[in-house]
């Protein structure tokens, strides 16, 4: 992306004959940020006044290098909530790309990895803002249940990790000050409804925000056709699932479809450009990032 070499390739007739699938599914590739979310801050990152929540974040992979910016919102949403935020410099990929792809050995590897990490934090909670993620993260006590050294920390740290909506469903998220006038509807990502079964928090919360029109969108609980990289190697059948959901998207026809999980953004974002709809695709940190005009 960096080089050009994306656009070219782009335009290019013979790229499109001699690699046909690699030229359809490299518009979903993710856009790399110019500047990593663990490049710009600290280890630990302190709210201006008292804190009252000690929480961990996990920077990850993906989102580290391509959705910085909400992990920027993310960690500024929860300094508005007083939370001391603790980013482990020794913490590594969740797994869960590794765990898709069915090589657990190296995912209990990193899952190990994260345990030491976090657990050497001493965090009361590990705020989850990627789906994906956070569904390994609370599955690692089932991965190394036959592991004597760290099943009883996998169990321990599972039990901690908490997506962002449910966080601030538990503490009480603060209300914005101002009216924030928009249209919005929510996806519901599926490692975060069906893995994590939360479901009822982000839409709560959604609709708690002072001037919010919010829509429900239709099927928001069937998959986008993401699915981790499904849409990559079932690529004709994932635009298929995106067909049906883009139908939904744009019947309701809002400003801003939220969506907790970086596969589904980039996937709907890519039904949007190519249906040409203005609907924003954004997560629920962003969002709430701009109601409280952060």
């Not at 500047?35 to 961990?56: N, T």
């Not at 050497?120 to 004597?148: F, R, T, W």
């Not at 067909?243 to 709907?268: W, Y």
Request: glycine share 8%; net charge neutral; with cysteine.
């Amino acid at each position: 992306q960096g080089t050009g070499l994306e656009a070219l390739m782009k335009r290019s007739y013979v790229f499109r004959k001699l690699a046909p699938t690699l030229f359809k599914v490299q518009g979903l590739a993710p856009r790399i940020d110019g500047r990593f979310f663990d490049d710009l801050y600290p280890e630990v990152v302190k709210p201006a006044g008292p804190s009252k929540h000690r929480v961990g974040f996990l920077s990850g992979c993906i989102m580290n290098v391509a959705f910085a910016g909400v992990h920027e919102d993310t960690v500024k949403v929860l300094l508005h909530h007083d939370c001391e935020v603790v980013i482990p410099k020794q913490q590594v990929c969740c797994g869960s790309l590794q765990a898709h792809n069915g090589d657990f050995d190296v995912a209990r590897d990193l899952a190990k990895k994260n345990i030491d990490a976090f657990l050497h934090a001493n965090v009361e909670v590990i705020v989850m803002n990627s789906a994906g993620c956070g569904a390994l993260m609370k599955e690692y006590g089932h991965y190394l249940a036959d592991d004597p050294a760290y099943a009883a920390k996998a169990q321990l740290l599972s039990s901690k990790v908490k997506d962002i909506t449910e966080f601030l469903s538990g503490i009480g998220m603060k209300q914005p000050t101002e009216q924030f006038h928009h249209t919005v509807s929510y996806h519901d990502a599926c490692h975060l409804a069906h893995a994590q079964q939360v479901t009822k928090q982000p839409r709560e919360l959604l609709r708690s925000i002072p001037g919010i029109t919010f829509r429900e969108l239709p099927e928001a609980s069937w998959c986008c056709g993401s699915a981790g990289i499904y849409n990559v190697v079932r690529h004709d059948d994932s635009m298929k699932i995106l067909d049906r959901k883009m139908q939904h998207v744009g019947s309701v026809d809002v400003e801003f479809l939220v969506a907790n999980n970086p596969g589904c953004i980039t996937q709907i974002e890519h039904g949007c450009a190519q249906r040409q709809l203005a609907t924003k695709v954004v997560h629920f940190a962003t969002l709430l990032r701009m109601a409280y005009r952060l």
